[in-house]
T-cell receptor, first 114, second 114 residues
Framework: AQSVTQLGSHVSVSEGALVLLRCNYS??????LFWYVQYPNQGLQLLLK??????LVKGINGFEAEFKKSETSFHLTKPSAHMSDAAEYFC????????????FGRGTSLIVHP | DTEVTQTPKHLVMGMTNKKSLKCEQH?????MYWYKQKAKKPPELMFV???????INESVPSRFSPECPNSSLLNLHLHALQPEDSALYLC?????????????FGPGTRLTVT
């Protein structure tokens, strides 16, 4: 079985501050991990993915995430938040040998204050 | 072309109407998906087509009927819907069904059932 937990349904930061969105996964086999962003009234857009190569993954729009097996985590970070980063962020997991259908976390809404 | 298109963008229908949602991709992807998404929730998988054959039906009511006429096109036929079916319907595609392949999402169709 595979699952992801996103801690915090809402995260609020000031413009220019560090963004940290948390994702912990559960998988009995090596996971593939994804972060998606969804802007209002739009579909999901892939930010980055971990596929067992480098543990530090760089994505679009200045985001990156680090895979930490010991902590079963794949947290998303960005050094400096922009107003345009305000959106819903979803972490997803797919497991080798398991269902190829991704399991999504419940989502974290990022709020950016001026 | 890395785009998944969906039409219409918005749809309002009565409970006795019949309508269809359309999804198209020209990336040569062989897996296509329908998701239902309620506000502030993660997408819920409805159907998966792999190589134009229905491979997964997540116990969706029969008032939703998927169709995959060819490898680029995916339809969702709607009939006798209920108000609780109002949601954002997302289409996605991936290169294949393997865990390594990320999904590309369309912008969605916002459905309102009156």
């Amino acid at each position: 079985a595979q699952s992801v937990t996103q801690l915090g349904s809402h995260v609020s930061v000031s413009e220019g501050a560090l963004v940290l969105l948390r994702c912990n996964y559960s998988s009995s086999v090596p996971p593939y991990l994804f972060w998606y962003v969804q802007y209002p009234n739009q579909g999901l857009q892939l930010l980055l993915k971990y596929t067992s190569a480098a543990t530090l993954v760089k994505g679009i729009n200045g985001f990156e995430a680090e895979f930490k097996k010991s902590e079963t985590s794949f947290h998303l970070t960005k050094p400096s938040a922009h107003m345009s980063d305000a959106a819903e962020y979803f972490c997803a997991v797919r497991s080798v040998g398991g269902s190829y259908i991704p399991t999504f976390g419940r989502g974290t809404s990022l709020i950016v204050h001026p | 072309d890395t785009e998944v298109t969906q039409t219409p963008k918005h749809l309002v229908m009565g409970m006795t109407n019949k309508k269809s949602l359309k999804c198209e991709q020209h990336m040569g992807h062989r897996a296509m998906y329908w998701y239902k998404q309620k506000a502030k929730k993660p997408p819920e998988l409805m159907f998966v087509y792999s190589y134009e054959k229905l491979s997964i039906n997540e116990s969706v009511p029969s008032r939703f009927s998927p169709e995959c006429p060819n490898s680029s096109l995916l339809n969702l036929h709607l009939h006798a819907l209920q108000p609780e079916d109002s949601a954002l319907y997302l289409c996605a595609s991936s290169q294949g069904g393997g865990v390594i392949y990320e999904q590309y999402f369309g912008p969605g169709t916002r459905l309102t059932v009156t």
